[in-house]
């Protein structure tokens, strides 16, 4: 049976309570945009893929693609990194952008061809199904031939064994896109991804509690950092601290 998986970006809540609320409606695991170009990253994504990763225990990433495939594939590869994404994950390059060339094939294969030489190979190709079907995309030159195939309005994806078709672009009428993973390409549900997580004490309020992530944090009297202005207080990472 397929899953069903959304996929978010900016546009989206970045609340827990949203994906709890996609899983509710059916969904099954979630692709989160992370970067565009060499130059953008989601300033949401850091969040959505933290809170997806609770909900659904997998999270997937992609990349809005506009033809550098080295440079943005680095990029791109630098960010997922950064979240604390392993090796399992599901990672998508999204080529749709109207500035890609009328074969965008060979830049394709260039990020997919570096994500795969890092150790990330669970990759997957998104495209509409007219740049598949009119060469736009060459699935059959790519180096991975998985394809995630948007098309809207029709009873299937229109490519032969598509391996996921992103069908709506507003699903349960929240603005959502879904698609049907009709092999676990999309849904990446045996991901061992440990991602980055707030302890369950973290606030954003006033008088918070924070969890300490270096050995030791120093505290100071006064906002000029040195010996005479160090406070006797210092507050020790957990694993840090030692018993007799």
Same mark, same amino acid.
């Given at each position: 049976?397929?899953?069903?998986?959304?996929?978010?970006?900016?546009?989206?809540?970045?609340?827990?309570? @949203?994906?709890?609320?996609?899983? =509710?409606?059916? &969904?099954?695991?979630?692709?989160?945009?992370?970067?565009?170009?060499? &130059?953008?990253?989601?300033?949401?994504?850091?969040?959505?893929?933290?809170?997806?990763?609770?909900?659904?225990?997998?999270?997937?990433?992609?990349?809005? @693609?506009?033809?550098?495939?080295?440079?943005?594939?680095?990029?791109?590869?630098? #960010?997922?990194?950064?979240?604390?994404?392993?090796?399992?994950?599901?990672?998508? !390059?999204?080529?749709?952008?109207?500035?890609?060339?009328?074969?965008?094939?060979?830049?394709?294969? !260039?990020?997919?061809?570096?994500?795969?030489?890092?150790?990330?190979?669970?990759?997957?190709?998104?495209?509409?199904?007219?740049?598949?079907?009119?060469? =736009?995309?060459? =699935?059959?030159?790519?180096?991975?031939?998985?394809? #995630?195939?948007?098309?809207?309005?029709?009873?299937?994806?229109? !490519?032969?064994?598509?391996?996921?078709?992103?069908?709506?672009?507003?699903?349960?009428?929240?603005?959502?896109?879904?698609?049907?993973?009709?092999?676990?390409?999309?849904?990446? &549900?045996?991901?061992?991804?440990?991602? %980055?997580?707030?302890?369950?004490?973290?606030?954003?309020?006033?008088?918070?509690?924070?969890?300490?992530?270096?050995?030791?944090?120093?505290?100071? %009297?006064?906002?000029?950092?040195?010996?005479?202005?160090?406070?006797? !207080?210092?507050?020790?990472?957990?694993?840090?601290?030692?018993?007799?």
């Amino acid at each position: 049976m397929p899953k069903l998986v959304a996929d978010v970006a900016v546009y989206q809540s970045k609340s827990k309570a @949203f994906f709890e609320n996609l899983k =509710r409606y059916g &969904i099954d695991s979630v692709m989160v945009k992370l970067t565009e170009g060499t &130059i953008y990253v989601n300033a949401s994504a850091g969040e959505q893929v933290s809170n997806a990763y609770q909900v659904f225990g997998t999270v997937g990433a992609y990349h809005f @693609f506009h033809g550098n495939g080295l440079a943005e594939a680095k990029y791109f590869l630098a #960010w997922v990194k950064k979240y604390g994404l392993d090796k399992s994950t599901v990672l998508a !390059i999204d080529v749709e952008a109207q500035d890609l060339p009328a074969s965008t094939t060979s830049q394709v294969n !260039i990020f997919l061809k570096y994500l795969k030489s890092q150790g990330y190979s669970n990759v997957i190709t998104y495209g509409s199904g007219s740049w598949f079907k009119y060469g =736009r995309i060459n =699935r059959v030159a790519l180096v991975d031939q998985r394809i #995630w195939v948007a098309a809207y309005g029709v009873n299937q994806p229109g !490519i032969d064994n598509a391996n996921a078709w992103q069908y709506t672009d507003n699903f349960r009428g929240l603005h959502v896109d879904a698609s049907y993973d009709f092999d676990g390409s999309l849904s990446g &549900i045996k991901t061992n991804s440990i991602v %980055k997580t707030q302890p369950n004490y973290y606030q954003t309020t006033a008088l918070s509690l924070y969890e300490v992530i270096v050995p030791q944090i120093n505290v100071y %009297k006064r906002l000029k950092f040195n010996k005479t202005n160090k406070s006797d !207080i210092s507050y020790l990472k957990l694993e840090s601290m030692k018993t007799d």
